[in-house]
């Protein structure tokens, strides 16, 4: 069986800051291979100059990664936000994989996250924090993990 897992990588980001750390991106795509054995993990996030060592990072440890064109405000943020590149490539990959992981507590991927369960597509959704996310996944629960609760096994920890 072929999975391939979604991440709305701005989702993840932002959800476990809020609780207080920050993921280790390579222990995740570990997790995701030994525990879901998710064949491919498409990482969706805005492209900002200047972290092409990063990018380099995220796509050694495993990561296909899908970019979106930011958008820099005059207050300084930056805006990227992928979620119609996460939803589209699912649809470009749909044939490919039998099964999908959403990794996201946002709202707007309820319409997509619908499809796959009434297509028999949807495997797992992981919601970053369990205390915050839209009440639209709800109706999805049975298919929840919670990646907050996993923070000994993801944390990056500061090198000393």
Partial sequence: MKIYSFIDSQNLNLSVQSA???????KFRVYLMEKYKVDKA?????????????????????????????LKYKNGKIKGNCD??????????????DKAIIITGDGDFH?????????????????P???????????FSSYFFYINKLRDKLELKREV
Avoid at 111 to 126: A, Q, R
């Fill in 20 to 26: 207080g750390w920050k993921i280790d991106f390579t």
């Fill in 42 to 70: 498409f990482l969706f996030l805005g492209y900002v100059a200047g972290n092409e060592e990063m990018y380099t990072a995220l796509q050694e440890a495993g990561y296909i990664l899908v970019f979106r064109p930011t």
């Fill in 84 to 97: 119609a590149e996460l939803v589209l490539h699912c649809m470009i990959e749909k044939n490919n994989f």
């Fill in 111 to 127: 319409c997509l996250v619908e499809y796959l369960k009434n297509e028999k597509k949807l495997h797992k959704i992981g919601i």
């Fill in 129 to 139: 924090n369990s205390k915050a996310f839209s009440a639209l996944l709800r109706k």
